[in-house]
């Protein structure tokens, strides 16, 4: 099952990383002006990444279910 779910999120990210797709601003991230995060989903996995001089950084790989807006939040404040 877990191969199947890598290979699609590999998948995706290549198609980004390619330019054939372009995933959303993350909305909680864009209302306080950070645009370069975006997000795309994989059959059962969200990706947050940022495109940065030609190739694709991965900040997180979330499960649908989770609740996106919690993650980033906790992520954010234990920096």
Do not use: K, N
Request: net charge negative; charged share 25%.
């Amino acid at each position: 099952m877990w191969a199947a779910a890598e290979e699609d999120i590999f998948a995706q990210l290549a198609r980004v990383d390619s330019g054939l797709i372009t995933g959303p601003v993350v909305p909680l991230l864009g209302s306080v002006g950070i645009t370069d995060d975006r997000t795309v989903l994989s059959s059962h996995h969200r990706l947050l990444y940022r495109q940065v001089d030609g190739h694709t950084d991965v900040y997180a790989v979330a499960g649908q279910a989770q609740d996106f807006q919690d993650l980033l939040l906790r992520r954010l404040f234990r920096r």
